[in-house]
């Protein structure tokens, strides 16, 4: 079975300093792999996908994350942060065989100033 | 854009009662889910449907049932409340052999 573990429930970073969130899957397969973001009282947004390309995949916003398969992670980073990235990040695995996703415990994002 | 909808964002319900929770999309999308969210569990599917009149159990199906009877709306029933089901119940969508996921703004659910 496929499983999601994301390092660090909150992670607190100033405004201006890089932000990295991680995130390590396990998949009995190639996976395709997500980032989503949700704002308080919103559902979730897709950031950026990772389908097979790319190893280097762009997002929204200024995101960016590096598939690695030989440590099998995807770590989210944006080399400044900005107040409006506070937010809740989740990484997801695809899941074989069927269209479905396993999420992560998601990883809150708090902006200092 | 892809819009998923759903018919309530707050909904106060009593130990007992019936729950319907309607989600509506507009794109055409095959695959329909259905996520509970908790602090500190993240998000777990409760069934999905890939077609209409079908259903496949998520990973946490008891007590919950679902229905889908046209293609673009997915309904989650609660045939009776619990407290145990206060929570963000959050719907999505995805087209046909595609994993990314589109989700509606959530239902907050609270059972008293």
């Known amino acids: 079975a496929q499983s999601v573990t994301q390092l660090g429930s909150h992670v607190s970073v100033s405004e201006g300093a890089l932000v990295l969130l991680r995130c390590n899957y396990s998949s009995s397969v190639p996976p395709y792999l997500f980032w989503y973001v949700q704002y308080p009282n919103q559902g979730l947004q897709l950031l950026l996908k990772?389908?097979?390309?790319?190893?280097l995949v762009k997002g929204i916003n200024g995101f960016e994350a590096e598939f690695k398969k030989s440590e099998t992670s995807f770590h989210l980073t944006k080399p400044s942060a900005h107040m409006s990235d506070a937010a809740e990040y989740f990484c997801?695995?695809?899941?074989?065989?069927?269209?479905?996703?396993?999420f992560g415990k998601g990883t809150m994002l708090l902006v200092s100033p | 854009d892809v819009k998923v909808t759903q018919s309530s964002r707050y909904l106060v319900k009593r130990t007992g009662e019936k729950v319907f929770l309607e989600c509506v999309q507009d794109?055409?999308?095959?695959?329909m889910f259905w996520y509970r969210q908790d602090p500190g569990l993240g998000l777990r599917l409760i069934y999905f449907?890939?077609?209409?009149?079908?259903?496949e159990k998520g990973d946490i199906p008891e007590g919950y049932s679902v229905s889908r009877e046209k293609k673009e709306r997915f309904s989650l029933i609660l045939e009776s409340a619990s407290t145990n089901q206060t929570s963000m119940y959050l719907c999505a969508s995805s087209p046909l052999g595609r994993y990314e996921q589109y989700f509606g703004p959530g239902t907050r659910l609270t059972v008293t």
């Open positions: 449907s890939y077609d209409v009149k079908m259903k």
């Open positions: 997801a695995v695809s899941d074989p065989g069927y269209s479905t996703l396993t």
């Open positions: 794109m055409d999308h095959e695959n």
């Open positions: 990772y389908t097979s390309a790319a190893t």
